[in-house]
């Protein structure tokens, strides 16, 4: 969601430009050259926020830009002294910065929120929606480790890590990884993140087709061409769905209880399916009531789509019959 902003920065800045986040989300960046150099702190204790700042003093730098909206973060540039330190003046952090971004009392999009600070700092825009590439190198790692797989396929993302409140029920799943393989003849690989293993055993366990069903673990490097080669996504509101988005592939994202005002931006790449129900965005993690939001969002309804994207790409279309 950030890549809008810092692709306007990198157009920007005429110095170097470093970066600070965690290890396995450079991989999301490679190719981009929005970057000189990446520091990785996947750790917040108490020691490696030291060791950062130990590094960093150690460079002259200009200006800090705070993306992240946590009081640590913020707290990186302070200790730094630095004589330009920009971001959000949210949970209780403005006394840390010297410039902050306003803010009005409206919701709105993620990327249009991080790309408010290169208004802000006088440049100019150039990107509306992430845009991402998968490098050579990327290329050839992947089909090392991964020869047996090849087009077509279709990727499931079946978790999400705010919470349970944001998956499709893993019995509709099942029933549409079951569509796809009878009609397409295609593979479906579902691709879990850390914790969600479970969630997809057990769509698996409902899957009749389980000769054409997979269940794989790959890191963010890996899973980012896997989605970049995969005919279509269909993933739940979570971070993924914007890599697919942003790497050109087809994507159907299943929205649930979130406000979609945070998430929205121009995609010709993104096939949302929601259901207007009283609660909805409830924004919760956990559903008070029957899920009727994703509930509702039946496996046909979602092959119609399936079909659409397969027919708009290939020609090939679909069978009424097919589940």
């Known amino acids: 969601m950030a890549v809008p902003f810092l692709h306007a920065l990198r157009a920007y800045i005429y110095g170097e430009i470093w970066a600070i986040g965690k290890s396995n989300a450079i991989h999301i960046y490679n190719g981009l050259n929005l970057f000189d150099r990446f520091i990785a702190v996947d750790d917040k204790g108490v020691i490696p926020f030291l060791d950062t700042v130990s590094v960093l003093k150690k460079v002259s730098f200009k200006r800090g830009i705070v993306l992240p909206h946590s009081f640590r973060s913020a707290l990186l540039f302070f200790t730094l002294l630095l004589r ?61 480790k991964f020869i047996e797989i090849r087009k077509p396929y279709a990727v499931f993302i079946v978790g999400a890590q705010y919470g349970p409140s944001k998956c499709w029920p893993a019995h509709h799943f099942s029933e549409l990884a079951d569509m796809i393989v009878r009609q397409y003849g295609m593979k479906v690989y579902m691709l879990p993140g850390k914790g969600e293993e479970g969630v997809a055993d057990t769509i698996l366990a409902g899957v009749a087709e389980k000769n054409h069903v997979e269940v794989r673990s790959m890191s963010v490097m890996e899973l980012k061409v896997c989605i970049s080669r995969a005919s279509l996504v269909v993933s739940n509101d979570t971070g993924p769905r914007h890599l697919a988005a942003a790497l050109s592939t087809p994507t159907i994202v299943l929205m649930g209880p979130m406000d979609d005002r945070y998430t929205c931006y121009p995609s010709t790449w993104t096939y949302p399916l929601w259901k207007d129900v009283p609660c909805r965005p409830c924004n919760k993690k956990l559903c008070s009531r029957e899920h009727e939001c994703l509930e509702g969002i039946t496996p046909k309804e979602v092959f119609v789509k399936v079909e659409e994207i397969i027919e708009k790409r290939t020609g090939q279309k679909g069978d009424e019959n097919a589940g």
Do not use: C, W
Request: hydrophobic fraction near 35%; proline fraction near 3%.
């Open 84 to 144: 330009e330190r920009i971001g959000y003046a949210r949970n209780k952090r403005g006394f840390m910065l010297n410039r902050k971004i306003g803010e009005g009392n409206d919701i709105e999009p993620t990327v249009e929120h991080y790309l408010r600070i290169i208004d802000a700092l006088g440049g100019k825009r150039s990107l509306d929606a992430p845009v991402l590439l998968v490098t050579e190198d990327e290329e050839q790692k992947f089909d090392k």
